[in-house]
């Protein structure tokens, strides 16, 4: 069965405190992964799509990375605005239409 | 300009019963989906609906049932409502490319359904 496990559960951070969050992942051939941001009470933002194993996307201070088993988000030098929920999804071969598969997501705090 | 909206944000309602959500898609995106998000966070498929093929997630009572009456649209019915169903649904879409990738799929902001 395909899965997606992140980690930690939450994390906190002082502003400026680098760190890396995991998403490991389970499936039968992977399409896509797919990095969210979530705000309190709407819906998931697109981050970044990674589709093999070596790929690598930057935004501001946010960098995925891609291996065959798993993804980081790792972000630098954190403000208290990158103060939400990561969600990693993936895209699976067999799957239907698109379908994501999600983790259960980091819930991320910065702290000024 | 919202890309993916939903209607409404918040839905109060009593156990039995019958009531809808709808989804309107402005990207031209040719698939459309149904998430639930329960009160722990996590996302779940309920639906996917791409040029009239509707793909159901088996584990979704068949209270539930998507129409669509028309590429940018996608509402979500339920029948006789129950407790267990209070839960954010969000609606979302996404373009199908060549060898069957879908590109990134892109959220409504949620409808946060109570039953009372």
């Known amino acids: 069965e395909d899965q997606v496990t992140q980690s930690p559960e939450a994390l906190r951070l002082q502003e400026g405190e680098s760190s890396s969050l995991n998403c490991s992942y389970t499936v039968s051939g992977l399409r896509g992964l797919f990095w969210y941001r979530q705000d309190p009470g709407k819906g998931p933002e697109f981050l970044f799509t990674?589709?093999?194993a070596g790929e690598e996307k930057e935004k501001e201070r946010l960098k995925a990375t891609l291996t065959k088993k798993e993804s980081f988000l790792h972000i630098t030098a954190p403000k208290p605005e990158d103060s939400a929920t990561y969600l990693c999804?993936?895209?699976?071969?067999?799957?239907?239409?698109?379908?994501?598969?999600f983790g259960k997501g980091t819930k991320l705090s910065v702290k000024p | 300009d919202t890309a993916v909206s939903q209607t409404p944000k918040y839905l109060v309602t009593q156990m039995g019963n019958d009531k809808s959500i709808k989804c309107e898609q402005n990207l031209g995106h040719d698939t459309m989906y149904w998430y639930k998000q329960d009160s722990k966070k996590f996302l779940k498929i309920m639906f996917s609906y791409n040029n009239k093929e509707l793909i159901i997630n088996e584990t979704v009572p068949n209270r539930f049932s998507p129409k669509s009456p028309d590429k940018a649209h996608l509402n979500l019915h339920i029948n006789s409502l129950e407790l267990g169903d209070s839960a954010v649904y969000f609606c979302a879409s996404s373009q199908r490319r060549g060898g069957g990738v879908n590109t990134e799929a892109f959220f409504g902001q949620g409808t946060r359904l109570t039953v009372v």
């Open positions: 990674l589709y093999s």
């Open positions: 999804a993936v895209q699976a071969y067999g799957g239907s239409q698109g379908n994501l598969i």
